[in-house]
């Protein structure tokens, strides 16, 4: 061990310790659920354009790359989704 380098703690402030824990998981809970609403408002294309190719009936042809960004795009959000998951039960 390296002294020079070492933080000796002759105490610990568990309340405090646990309510800065709590503070920084409820902070980057907000800043997920912010980033998706984010995520939203830029995808509103991406799942409109889903509707109408299953609305309309064209071929998947037509919507090939469409359907890969949509797929893509909900992947993204699912990872949002099990990352607000995983913090809240932190919690």
């Known amino acids: 061990h390296n002294q020079s380098n070492a933080i ?10 646990f309510r800065t824990v709590v503070d920084d ?3 980057a809970l907000v800043n997920l659920r912010l980033r998706r609403q984010h995520e939203m408002e830029l995808g509103k294309d ?3 354009r889903a509707k109408e190719a299953d609305v309309g009936g064209e071929e998947e ?11 893509r795009f909900c992947q993204g959000l699912e990872r949002l989704d099990n990352a607000c998951l995983q913090l809240d039960e932190t919690l």
Do not use: G, K, Q, S
């Open 8 to 17: 000796f703690l002759w105490t610990v402030r568990r309340p405090r310790m």
């Open 61 to 71: 042809n037509d919507h090939a790359l469409d359907r890969i960004n949509y797929e």
């Open 25 to 27: 998981v409820c902070r």
């Open 46 to 48: 991406w799942i409109e």
